[in-house]
């Protein structure tokens, strides 16, 4: 799935409507608030114009992660935008890259706009060698050394020398990721819309075949927006850099922000026709493993199995009936009951593995079978975890219909997510991470 595209107003308008998505209560004069507050806003102030939004969009405290995780999503660091209407935006004169460099700060952010504005990867891939020549020698890297000794004569050679190498070195890997992620198979738009709960079996086999390079992309996406995201506000380095402005805070200053890989736990049902939507998620989740600091993968049906060594004793090309034969997963009569699942979920894995650094993902449609919603048990994972995330493949206009409890689940989750097909599926994970 491609990035985000369009101009700042479009990027609100699709913000807006991915909240009201996720259950945020946004007007339409919200919306036209915070298209007015984003104009006035230069988009190089991200911390500024996320302000400015969240004010507009946002009422209720309780809805601040679903809002920040949306932001990140329609206006992630490095945004992909019309290039010939942002030229001058993303270049990036000799003046400013010698104080980036001066200063040591967001090397990687500065690697990624060099290779954007002068590698020319987008006209055709050459080697590797190629394109990092290319980008040396558009910011003219040889003479970075002198122009940062004249911005701050008292940096040592060793220092500016040791700054430069590790931009090249960033430059490098920048390129490799770019060329990588340039020869990786797309999938045929239209598939890209297939309902996962209407889908043919030849369309389900196709989709399959092509997850683990969705997946690929998306975990290069997720690296690279990880290591730019700033950290918290340093007021002493702020109040510094605002005496240029005459003691006013315009340029903020950032703490390095460590990179957080959280543990994942995902439990999914497997239960009739929502077992291929969880087997695709699955698959997806163990892609992205490189991201996380561990992941453990659970499916169910009114019993509950750990199928992580399944998975990866399969690489992740198991089919739903595999998982139904060598997994735990049928307790009584074999229809969902997410309550006894969420009890034993808790008392077996819960009470004992989950933490603060920990994120759970749920996916089903919420039907329980009117055997009740253990709340209570879904309550006490959210306690513990730092969040939990529900993906639904049923329609929105289909919840808490019947016996569908989502509304109940819903209070005790960060978010709950309609992921009917793979560009949803593709652009949840993207919020959650």
Known sequence: MAP?????????????RALQSSGVNVSLSELIDAAHAAAQID???RHQLATALRSTL????????TFDLAFERFFPLRMSTDRSADAAAVAIDPGALAEALSTGEDLVALAAALVDEHAGIDGGARSERHHVQRVFLGADIARLMSRVRIADASMSPALIRARVDELKRLIGLDVRAQLDLAQLPELDD?????????????ELDQMRQAIRPIARKL?????????????RVNIRRTMRRSLSSGGVPIDLRHDRRRAHKPELFVLCDISGSVADFSLFTLTLMSALS???????????VDAFDEVTELLAGTSHGIEPWQLLRNANVIGDDGHSDYATVLERFWRDVGDR????TSTVIITGDARTNHRGTGELWLERIAERARRVYWLNPEPRADWNTFDSEIAVYGNHCSACFEVRNLRQLVAAVEQLF
Do not use: C, M, N
């Open 4 to 16: 985000p595209q369009g101009t700042i107003a479009d990027r609100t308008l699709q913000l807006g």
């Open 43 to 45: 988009i190089g102030q």
């Open 58 to 65: 946002v009422k209720d405290s309780r809805h601040y992660p």
């Open 190 to 202: 239209d598939l890209h819309d297939v309902d996962f709960l209407e889908a043919t079996r030849a």
């Open 219 to 231: 975990a290069a996406r997720l690296a690279r927006r990880r290591a730019h995201h700033a950290g």
């Open 290 to 300: 490189a991201e996380l600091a561990r992941t453990r993968s659970f499916v169910f």
């Open 353 to 356: 593995d989950l933490h603060r």
